[in-house]
């Protein structure tokens, strides 16, 4: 058996490594020698997986790190990264040429890390070198594919890999080497673009990563996460009185109720044969929140008071009902951040696959009312805030930014955000795939990663060309 040694730079929570350590051949496989991150939960993430041996934590750009670097990977076969960088996004005006481009991510200090990568390459001379970079395609513009002044980026880049005595062009011939993949096409229930160049030292022609067969199954929602046991949010009740638009909650309080029953009910309807559904605590729960309903639709209530109180006992009673469900990984993944009731009514009553630009466009057939008066945010600035996935396509991308917030990743049918257990299935991280740190360091870690299954890919590809060279050279 073949070993090929890999050194993953900028290695966050381990997406990339996963991807070539999943890579296989009955003589050849993947061993990581060194992945380096910065951050305390993501090298403790990468120790859990790797052992505490193979992670250096440090900044790339120290000095002394760097030399250690070097030292312990001389003898690496692939360096593998995706540098945190500003390359698409600042290549400046928007006739800048091929020098502005190049000035851009020489000078500019943004682009620091992308330096560092390259510093590195070029000392330890890896036989292969994977980029990955995904900035600028995050936005809205670039989502047909990469703009005129991002290709030229990569065309510098992958110049400059050429300077560096490598071969960046691809088995197809195309091109200066450099790929945008879309995670779909490899298996991942998401929409998720990625823009890769792989070189050589051999100069032998890239290998195109395998797509999916997909004919036959392509990955949605309901296969990645619908098994998972219905999970309830808590409700937060700090500063309510303070909360955007309790005015309209209050105003239409039995409405608001009767939205996030309907939606306990539909979960009743379509998962009754479930255990967890199935259960007293489930009843309780229900029975709760219609004798709640009709308290509001009688108005025998005082307002924000009895919104406060509901919302407590409603607390006590979804703990119960969570615990008494059998979670079948680790729990600390599968938790749902706390929600304020506004937002709770909006997921409720947002139908699966609609967006807020929709609920409040009079034209749209998911134009609603209540909805329209309730979303908190500036409208002239932002109108698709809040965006529910449905069951049975893909995710949008998974972002770091969940860390923040989850409004973009409503779930199907239950009134929350996706967990950081559900965002790291859908980014094909293996089911016991664990990440250390709270709630907003795991989604981040999520969010930055490379899907496991696009990155297995990519290392397959890598793996099969590395091991028909040696075969042939040892001829
Ligand atoms: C996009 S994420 C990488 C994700 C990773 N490739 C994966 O698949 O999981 C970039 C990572 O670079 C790390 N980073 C940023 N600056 C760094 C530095 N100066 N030295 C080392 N790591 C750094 C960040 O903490 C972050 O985890």
């Not at 312990?72 to 996004?89: A, H, L, M, R, Y």
């Not at 409700?235 to 029953?261: P, Q």
Request: charged share 25%.
């Amino acid at each position: 058996m073949r070993t090929y040694k890999i050194l993953d730079l900028f290695a966050g929570g381990g997406g990339f490594s996963t991807g070539f350590l999943n890579a296989s051949h009955s003589h050849a496989k993947f061993e990581v020698t060194k992945a380096v991150e910065i951050d305390d939960d993501a090298c403790n993430t990468l120790i859990s997986h790797l052992g505490e041996d193979k992670v250096l934590k440090g900044d790339i750009t120290c000095p002394l790190i760097k030399k250690e670097i070097v030292a312990e990977c001389k003898e690496v076969d692939v360096i593998i990264g995706g540098p945190p960088c500003q390359t698409f996004s600042l290549i400046g005006p928007a006739r800048s040429g091929k020098r502005e481009v190049q000035d851009s991510l020489k000078n500019d200090s943004r682009n620091t890390l992308y330096r560092h990568f390259f510093d590195l390459v070029s000392e330890i001379k890896p036989r292969f070198v994977v980029f990955e970079n995904v900035e600028g395609l995050l936005s809205k513009r670039f989502e047909d594919g990469l703009t005129e002044k991002e290709k030229m980026a990569i065309e510098v880049i992958s110049e400059q890999l050429e300077d560096l005595g490598y071969f960046t062009r691809t088995i197809d011939g195309q091109g200066s080497g450099f790929k945008t993949l879309n995670s779909l096409d490899y298996g991942v229930s998401q929409k998720r673009r990625r823009v890769i160049i792989i070189a050589n030292r051999h100069g032998i022609y890239n290998p195109i990563p395998l797509k999916k067969d997909l004919t036959k199954e392509v990955p949605t929602l309901l296969s990645t996460i619908g098994e998972l046991p219905v999970l309830l949010p808590q409700i937060n009740t700090n500063g309510m009185e303070k909360l955007k638009k309790i005015d309209v909650v209050l105003k239409n309080l039995d409405k608001c109720i009767l939205s996030f029953l309907n939606n306990i009910n539909e979960l009743d309807r379509i998962y009754k044969n479930r255990p967890e559904i199935n259960n007293e605590q489930f009843r309780l729960l229900k029975n709760y929140l219609n004798d709640s309903y009709l308290v509001t639709k009688n108005r025998k209530h005082n307002g924000l008071e009895f919104l406060k109180g509901f919302c407590e006992d409603y607390n006590k009673l979804a703990k119960q009902f969570n615990s008494s469900s059998e979670i079948p990984c680790n729990m600390t993944l599968h938790q749902s951040r706390k929600h304020n009731f506004r937002d709770v009514v909006i997921f409720s009553m947002m139908k699966q696959g609609s967006t807020s630009s929709g609920f409040m466009n009079q034209n749209s057939q998911d134009f609603d009312l209540l909805l329209d008066q309730l979303y908190p945010y500036d409208k002239n600035k932002h109108t698709d805030t809040y965006v529910k996935h449905s069951w049975d396509k893909p995710s949008n991308t998974i972002l770091a930014h969940m860390q923040k917030d989850g409004l973009k990743f409503i779930h199907p049918n239950q009134p929350r955000t996706f967990t950081p257990y559900e965002a790291a299935l859908i980014q094909s991280f293996p089911k016991n795939y664990d990440f250390c740190g709270g709630a907003n360091s795991q989604y981040r870690q999520i969010g930055n990663a490379v899907p496991p299954l696009m990155s297995e890919a990519i290392a397959q590809g890598i793996l099969m060309t590395l091991l028909n060279y040696d075969l042939e050279i040892s001829k």
